[in-house]
Each structure stands twice: as structure tokens, then as C-alpha cells.
């Protein structure tokens, strides 16, 4: 993989989901995002979230980035 496409972003949306009892399915209801693009983040294929999505989960989630998105 070349260096402008590694990163170190690790997303914990399935271990929040977890312990809400929350489906992807239900989160992407709340936050108003589609599954398709939820589970791109959840699974760390994302290139960028917009910090209007980002504020809706941890909203939702009633959690801060640091929650959703640590650097490895």
C-alpha cells in the first residue's frame, strides 16, 4: 500500500454498538446516514467522515470522538 493511503485510524463503532445494544441498522437510522456507508467506517475502509456525521453519532452514542476513532 503506498504511504499517502496507509493510516492508523482504528474505528469502534462495533464495540460501542455492543454495549448499547444498538444494531448498525438502527445507529444509521438515527444519525441519517446510509448502512452501506456506516459499515465502510465501522470497518475501516473509510477515507473521511464529515464532521456533521460525526457529530450525529456521537450524539447518538452519547460519546466523544475519542470513543468512535483512536490512531494506532
Known amino acids: 500500500m503506498p504511504p499517502e493511503t496507509?493510516?492508523?485510524?482504528?474505528c469502534h463503532l462495533?464495540?460501542?454498538?455492543?454495549?448499547?445494544g444498538m444494531t448498525l441498522t438502527e445507529l444509521?437510522?438515527?444519525v441519517g446516514?446510509?448502512?452501506?456507508?456506516?459499515?465502510?467506517?465501522?470497518?475501516?475502509?473509510?477515507?473521511?467522515?464529515?464532521?456533521?456525521?460525526?457529530?450525529a453519532l456521537c450524539r447518538v452514542l452519547d460519546c466523544s470522538v475519542g470513543d468512535i476513532l483512536s490512531v494506532d
Open 33 to 55: 446516514v446510509s448502512v452501506v456507508n456506516l459499515s465502510v467506517l465501522k470497518n475501516g475502509r473509510a477515507r473521511a467522515i464529515r464532521f456533521s456525521t460525526l457529530t
Open 28 to 30: 444509521a437510522d438515527r
Open 14 to 20: 462495533d464495540e460501542l454498538l455492543a454495549d448499547r
Open 6 to 10: 496507509e493510516h492508523a485510524v482504528r
